[in-house]
């Protein structure tokens, strides 16, 4: 019997082409999602974009790497992969996106006051979710 575990070494941890076929297609389409979240406020850009690098991490490690060398996009994952950390200046336009867009939802457009009370918990546990998390810059200056 033939020993083929040599050969699988650079190929993705899943089996099959459907399964490939189905993270690369669902890879794509995050990446397009995220594409959105650049220019419209309400889409989130980067959760699309490190479900579409894992979706890429576990299909095709061609479409992985393509992913992490776009310039616009790269070091944004390139981080999250490696240190699960994100930019200030990321966390404090994540933040104030949420302040903006969510704030004048709850304040315009929620009339109940249940509602409003609701979703300005759950804005607030973003909120404080995203300010928990490390900034890129201080594990940068803890290295040296």
Do not use: Y
């Not at 089996?15 to 076929?21: A, D, K, R, S």
């Not at 390139?78 to 990321?90: C, D, G, L, V, Y």
């Amino acid at each position: 019997m033939e020993n083929n575990s040599s050969n699988n070494q650079s190929k993705p941890a899943t089996n099959g082409l459907i399964p490939n076929f189905v993270l690369v297609s669902l890879g794509f389409t995050f990446v397009a999602l995220g594409a959105l979240g650049l220019v419209l406020p309400v889409m989130p850009t980067t959760p699309f974009l490190l479900v579409a690098a894992a979706c890429f991490a576990n299909s095709s490690p061609r479409f992985h790497n393509w992913l992490l060398n776009i310039r616009v996009f790269g070091p944004l994952i390139r981080n999250w992969q490696e240190t699960r950390s994100i930019p200030k200046k990321a966390k404090l336009l994540a933040i104030i996106t949420i302040v903006l867009v969510g704030g004048s939802s709850v304040i315009f457009f929620v009339e109940a006051i249940f509602l409003k009370l609701l979703i300005a918990a759950i804005l607030l546990l973003h909120i404080v979710f995203i300010a928990n998390i490390k900034n890129t810059e201080l594990l940068a200056e803890e290295k040296r």
